[in-house]
């Protein structure tokens, strides 16, 4: 019996995944993508049953997706898989979508500071493999600790969280009946700056109905009226997303996101998370966003990169 087998679509009965997985690649979220057409891949191991790694595509007009529409999909695997196991899983993967008349495969990989040895793997198959580069976007996160996220901010921004809390400004997570009027706090925010949300109200406030324990809400606010807001998703157990952050320019001059970023990360500190993600600051088009970088490393968040690639299938 061969140790390991590819499998495609189907799984043995009883094996169990010998690896965590993330919530945009669970199936369930990937069902809501809006693609029905979907292609499931597996490394199984034969004699400790279990699966060691997998990758899903989304199947649309000869492109294979990971993800469709999310954040990102990519390739999840036991940390002790062999690199030349990753190789051969990819070969045997083209060789399918081929047979499926997939012309063009489209993968974006997870930021590299939740799995940096993962995802050098990740990035060395692609290339070894053939793919391009398509996207290289600037992420930032704060690892948690037993400290509080003061001592790892610029002092600049040290004063403006004491401006917050000396004018009683509070932060809260919220219930999911906010969802509809956050959405609306958030979607004012990207009108300021020339910009659509990221996501529909309707899918959105879906996905709050779904998965009401890892799509989370908080602001801080003034007494009743918000100052700032997050959508968060619970990505991982140990790795909380700050997604939709937004604050209106009327109250720059508090600069409340402060007071919201503290209190995300003593939420993660509580909860015992590993880490706070930030998010990336590279817009569709590859730009930078240079006031955006400065204030998270300002906020004491760490540089990694999250990497979309493409090869087409010929």
Same mark, same amino acid.
């Given at each position: 019996?061969?140790?390991?087998?590819?499998?495609?679509?189907?799984?043995?009965?009883?094996?169990?995944?010998?690896?965590?997985?993330?919530?945009?690649?669970?199936?369930?979220?990937?069902?809501?993508?809006?693609? +029905?057409?979907?292609?499931?891949?597996? !490394?199984?191991? /034969?004699?400790?049953?279990?699966?060691? =790694?997998? $990758?899903?595509?989304? &199947?649309?007009?000869?492109?294979?997706?990971?993800?469709?529409?999310?954040?990102?999909? +990519?390739?999840?695997?036991?940390?002790? !898989?062999?690199? /030349?196991?990753?190789?051969?899983?990819? =070969?045997? $993967?083209?060789?399918? &979508?081929?047979?499926?008349?997939?012309?063009?495969?489209?993968?974006?990989?997870?930021?590299?500071?939740?799995?940096?040895?993962?995802?050098?793997?990740?990035?060395?198959?692609?290339?070894?493999?053939?793919?391009?580069?398509?996207?290289?976007?600037?992420?930032?996160?704060?690892?948690?600790?037993?400290?509080?996220?003061?001592?790892?901010?610029?002092?600049?921004?040290?004063?403006?969280?004491?401006?917050?809390?000396?004018?009683?400004?509070?932060?809260?997570?919220?219930?999911?009946?906010?969802?509809?009027?956050?959405?609306?706090?958030?979607?004012?925010?990207?009108?300021?700056?020339?910009?659509?949300?990221?996501?529909?109200?309707?899918?959105?406030?879906?996905?709050?109905?779904?998965?009401?324990?890892?799509?989370?809400?908080?602001?801080?606010?003034?007494?009743?009226?918000?100052?700032?807001?997050?959508?968060?998703?619970?990505?991982?157990?140990?790795?909380?997303?700050?997604?939709?952050?937004?604050?209106?320019?009327?109250?720059?001059?508090?600069?409340?996101?402060?007071?919201?970023?503290?209190?995300?990360?003593?939420?993660?500190?509580?909860?015992?998370?590993?880490?706070?993600?930030?998010?990336?600051?590279?817009?569709?088009?590859?730009?930078?966003?240079?006031?955006?970088?400065?204030?998270?490393?300002?906020?004491?968040?760490?540089?990694?990169?999250?990497?979309?690639?493409?090869?087409?299938?010929?």
């Amino acid at each position: 019996m061969k140790t390991f087998d590819f499998l495609t679509d189907q799984l043995p009965f009883g094996y169990a995944f010998n690896f965590d997985n993330y919530l945009f690649n669970k199936i369930k979220h990937i069902n809501t993508q809006g693609v +029905s057409e979907r292609a499931d891949y597996f !490394i199984v191991n /034969n004699i400790k049953k279990r699966i060691e =790694g997998k $990758i899903h595509f989304l &199947l649309s007009d000869g492109m294979a997706y990971s993800p469709y529409k999310s954040l990102f999909g +990519s390739f999840e695997f036991s940390p002790k !898989i062999h690199p /030349n196991l990753l190789m051969e899983f990819w =070969g045997f $993967i083209e060789e399918d &979508l081929k047979s499926r008349n997939i012309n063009k495969v489209s993968i974006t990989n997870f930021a590299g500071c939740y799995a940096p040895k993962k995802a050098e793997l990740i990035e060395k198959t692609m290339e070894k493999s053939g793919f391009s580069i398509i996207m290289k976007a600037v992420n930032h996160h704060v690892a948690i600790d037993e400290n509080p996220l003061t001592d790892r901010m610029h002092d600049m921004e040290v004063r403006r969280l004491a401006k917050c809390k000396k004018n009683n400004f509070v932060f809260r997570q919220e219930p999911k009946e906010m969802a509809s009027e956050i959405y609306d706090y958030i979607q004012a925010c990207r009108a300021e700056q020339k910009i659509e949300v990221s996501i529909s109200k309707e899918k959105l406030l879906a996905y709050i109905d779904l998965f009401p324990q890892s799509y989370l809400m908080f602001t801080v606010r003034d007494a009743e009226q918000i100052l700032a807001v997050t959508i968060a998703i619970k990505v991982h157990r140990h790795i909380l997303y700050s997604f939709l952050p937004g604050s209106l320019r009327k109250f720059k001059q508090y600069s409340p996101t402060v007071l919201l970023n503290e209190g995300l990360y003593q939420y993660c500190q509580d909860r015992q998370f590993d880490m706070l993600d930030l998010g990336i600051s590279t817009k569709k088009d590859g730009t930078n966003q240079k006031s955006l970088i400065a204030f998270k490393e300002r906020m004491g968040g760490e540089l990694s990169y999250k990497y979309s690639f493409e090869k087409a299938l010929v």
